[in-house]
């Protein structure tokens, strides 16, 4: 069975946040396949909502799942968490929320899934965790490292290094 690289972006705003992301962490560990790496966790505001602030981090994950497999496992572990999704599709607070950064250097765009993110190069806390994880990771679509992609949006200081770790 192939087994393929990907990159996880993961974060909570609601609730007791690191415990959240550790708990999904271990649900991907058993369901997705083994988080070879973990970033950093980072602290910053809520985006295109009013909402407590987010900690995000990225994750490395070797799975067997296709990438259709990924997505729905992935619903499926938000879900079991009690993540709720506005019917409008806005963006409202979440106990998790897990989006698919990178699925090897595949470019996918069918039935709900896209990958790469389509808003990824857009969001200091992707960027600023997936460069901890891989700054050298090439976007497929657009042809640039992440840590490029990175260096291309504005300094934000609002972007914390909360200085947590899973062995704490």
């Not at 396949?33 to 602030?53: H, L, M, Q, R």
């Not at 963006?91 to 069918?110: C, G, K, P, T, V």
């Not at 896209?114 to 600023?128: A, D, G, Q, S």
């Not at 504005?154 to 899973?166: C, K, M, P």
């Amino acid at each position: 069975m192939k087994k393929s690289t990907t990159y996880l972006s993961l974060g909570s705003n609601i609730g007791d946040r690191t415990n959240n992301l550790k708990n999904a962490i271990n649900s991907i560990e058993n369901l997705v396949g083994k988080v070879n790496k973990i970033s950093k966790f980072y602290e910053n505001p809520a985006v295109g909502f009013d909402g407590n602030s987010f900690i995000n981090i990225c994750v490395e994950v070797v799975t067997h799942l296709s990438p259709n497999e990924l997505l729905n496992t992935l619903l499926n572990i938000e879900n079991e968490y009690g993540r709720m999704r506005l019917k409008s599709g806005e963006y409202s607070s979440r106990i998790i929320d897990i989006d698919i950064i990178f699925y090897e250097n595949l470019s996918i765009n069918q039935n709900g899934l896209v990958i790469p993110h389509p808003r990824m190069h857009f969001r200091h806390f992707v960027l600023i965790p997936m460069c901890d994880l891989n700054p050298d990771f090439i976007h497929p679509v657009l042809g640039l490292k992440t840590s490029q992609l990175l260096d291309e949006l504005e300094i934000r200081g609002d972007i914390v290094d909360i200085n947590f770790s899973l062995e704490d």
